[in-house]
């Protein structure tokens, strides 16, 4: 009886010295520093840019993110900006797949089959546009074709007033008419 005492206690010690091993589980993000992960994000999201009440362009995006050391925001998944002029009318809309705004300046890059859409029906298509907040003008220094009511137009470097009402090719490659 005593011999059975003593194995009941000594298979107890075992089974409680093994239970007492540490369990170590692997990260799914082991590889991954916390600088590398945005502090910020959203889906489906919305931005409102305005200046004394008045709106100036509202951008939409599938995913908006921001990283603590960087003053830049990213938006990717599908991006749509709305331009309104100085009194609060929708002038064009810009698409893009993905982009950036710098938060200290508000300026925007817009990157991958970007199109530039004016109400009055120009529509300008490249893969790579900006936006200066301060000057008030988008401008490209990639390929761009241009189509309007009356030309069509090709070539490297744009410059125009966000309602593509004035707008520049610095290297024209190719032009047509349309009646």
Known sequence: MRSIFIGIIVLLAVLAISGCEEKVRPSVLSDVSSAQLPTQESWNST???SDSGIVKAIVKAGHIYA???SRTTFLDSGVVIDFFDEFGKHTTVLTSHKGSVDEGTNNLEAIGNVIVTSDSGTVVKTEKMFWDNAKQLIHSPEFV???SPTEDLQGTGF????NLRNYRIFKVTGTAERK
């Open 145 to 147: 074709h241009i189509t």
């Open 159 to 162: 410059e125009s007033d966000h």
């Open 67 to 69: 990283f603590d050391n």
């Open 47 to 49: 931005i409102t840019f």
